[in-house]
């Protein structure tokens, strides 16, 4: 999906979410129609989604990974897509495991297992075909977001080291774990990959980051293990909305660094 941006004075920004790599996560893809939704209801109404869709292009995959997905309507705790091994006993690879960051350490080649990374960087069809459309658009897209759940938190790179990237990021999340308190009375924690959740390599935001798109989150929504991947449809407009507000005002955040600086009060 692609709402190009409707600003004409514009520069050439972007942004890019996916959702649904992992099959069980059933509350992703359901984000990802939430954030389509909101954008087409509340563009000139809220002034947020307008400021982003004014400036920016924005790209939307409502489901990376289909075939799990579709696998989770009568085994609901599959994570993985459906991929045949080559020796064609076990099925599946992680496609969060499957970029080329990294790629193999911490993860598994075992197919049986439910990290198994793949038999090569970039081995699946859904990770290549990321991989392939941020490779084209990288000098325009500025902003990865991910989602996944759940455990309520904002993942910023490293995942893959111990490392420190640059710590812009930290501020953007913490901004964005404020609001959904003072909205939504729900705590999100946030940090980078390995020190905040675990650490372990082939991970899209980590890959993106180091492609050079220097904005780049893995978002964990609800909940925090009451209902885990079982999230109640009750609970679907809360951990959408506030994923929504962390969405927002992280794109608007990176608009504001990224401006251009004015210049029409020179003399
Ligand atoms: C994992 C990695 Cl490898 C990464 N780079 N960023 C986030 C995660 C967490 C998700 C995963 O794939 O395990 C959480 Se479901
Ligand atoms: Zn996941
Ligand atoms: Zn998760």
């Not at 939430?34 to 292009?57: A, G, K």
């Not at 598994?108 to 075909?129: K, T």
């Not at 935001?205 to 978002?219: M, R």
């Amino acid at each position: 999906m692609h709402f190009p941006r409707t600003g004409k004075l514009a520069q050439q920004k972007a942004m890019w979410i996916d959702c649904g790599i992992h099959a069980r996560e059933w509350i992703s893809p359901a984000f990802c129609l939430w954030f389509v939704h909101h954008s087409l209801s509340f563009y000139q109404q809220n002034s947020e989604i307008t400021r982003i869709l004014d400036s920016m292009d924005v790209y939307v995959l409502p489901v990376m990974n289909p075939d799990g997905y579709k696998y989770t309507w009568t085994r609901r705790w599959w994570r993985k897509n459906r991929s045949i091994s080559k020796s064609g006993f076990c099925v599946g690879v992680d496609l969060n495991r499957n970029f080329d960051v990294d790629w193999v350490k911490g993860s598994s080649q075992n197919p049986c297992e439910e990290i198994n990374c793949g038999p090569f960087p970039e081995s699946e069809p859904e990770a290549q075909a990321v991989a392939n459309f941020l490779r084209r658009h990288k000098d325009t897209v500025q902003l990865y977001i991910t989602i996944h759940s759940y455990s309520q938190m904002f993942i910023f790179p490293y995942s893959y080291t111990f490392d420190q990237a640059e710590n812009h990021n930290d501020l953007m999340v913490q901004e964005a774990a404020q609001r959904i308190k003072r909205y939504y009375r729900n705590t999100y924690t946030y940090g980078p990959g390995a020190a905040t959740l675990y650490p372990c390599s082939g991970g899209s935001d980590d890959w993106a980051y180091k492609l050079g798109i220097k904005y780049s989150f893995t978002f964990e929504l609800q909940d925090r293990g009451e209902y885990g991947f079982l999230l109640p449809p009750s609970h679907i407009s809360g951990a959408c909305n506030e994923a929504l507000l962390a969405v927002k005002t992280i794109a608007v955040k990176v608009l504001e660094k990224t401006q251009a600086p004015a210049n029409h009060h020179t003399i």
